[in-house]
């Protein structure tokens, strides 16, 4: 299953989209649905998006529903305060979608392409699991994925996704590359 269509599987109700302007994923969960999207540079201004820090929300306690997390917290000094402020901003029984590069794959092992300076904070599953428990919620779902074009419009190696794409299911679940984390709010 694709990013685009878990989100679309797993995102109800008023979502909430953190870092919306890095992929294509606020494109097309948008569609029909009540998106508000925060993000501290504004590349694709509209409605419903607010220049925001992902660490200081400017929301009300229990405003959404579901919460899009989709490759942000590497790039954040603090994640844990991201998280607990998540956690806020989501309603009880809220669903967080998130997804983050895997400190561990074959492909960070070899070439540190997750390392510093793009990526600030790198996570293990049980590192990962453990933060997002401590901050009030339950994993339900963690998963991983090979990296492709609609979680890294950035990349400077758009060639290598198929390639990636090939490798994955040949590789344990501890080298592959993005967690896919379903939780939800407790």
């Known amino acids: 299953m694709s990013r685009i269509a878990l989100a679309k599987a797993v995102l109800h109700g008023r979502i ?8 294509p994923l606020h494109t097309e969960i948008a569609d029909g ?19 925001a820090d992902a660490t200081r929300m400017p929301f009300r306690a229990q405003t959404f529903d579901s919460l899009l997390a989709g490759e942000i917290i590497e790039h954040l ?4 305060r991201f998280v607990a402020e998540g956690r806020r901003v989501l309603k009880d029984g809220g669903t967080l979608l998130l997804t983050t590069p895997n ?3 074959l492909l960070n092992r070899l070439t540190k392409a997750y390392e510093k300076p793009a990526h600030l904070t790198l996570f293990t599953r049980q590192e990962l699991v453990s933060l997002l428990e401590q901050h009030g919620f339950r994993v339900e779902r963690l998963t991983l994925l090979p990296y492709t074009a609609e979680s890294s ?15 994955h299911p040949f590789l344990p679940a501890p080298l592959q590359e993005q967690f896919v984390v379903i939780a939800r709010a407790v």
Not at 16 to 23: A, I, N, P
Not at 33 to 51: M, Y
Not at 77 to 80: A, C, F, L, Q, V
């Open 153 to 167: 419009e950035g990349s400077g190696h758009p060639w290598f996704f198929p390639i990636r794409k090939a490798m």
């Open 77 to 80: 000094d603090e994640p844990g």
């Open 16 to 23: 909430l989209d953190v870092g919306h302007s890095v992929g």
């Open 33 to 51: 649905r009540d998106v508000t999207a925060i993000d501290i540079v504004i590349k694709r201004p509209g409605k419903n998006v607010v220049k």
């Open 103 to 105: 400190r561990r794959s």
